[in-house]
């Protein structure tokens, strides 16, 4: 299973509350941090609707 590094490039200020709540169920608090997670079609999706915030690098091994 392919494994996704996600990494916050840009603030939730002045966002909607919707994507403030998809940052923290992604575990992403501030610009700069950043999580590993494993790749699954429910992630995809929190990325699709987040995805003006974050990169998304994938990982190899």
Known sequence: MAR???TQVRSTIR???E??????ALGLRRID???ER???PVLR?????VDH???V???DG
């Open 33 to 35: 941090s950043s999580t």
């Open 4 to 6: 996704l590094r996600i």
């Open 19 to 24: 994507h403030r709540g998809t940052m923290r």
């Open 45 to 49: 999706g929190m990325l699709r609707k």
């Open 53 to 55: 915030l974050v990169r």
């Open 15 to 17: 966002t909607k509350p």
């Open 38 to 40: 494993d790749d699954s």
């Open 57 to 59: 690098e994938e990982i």
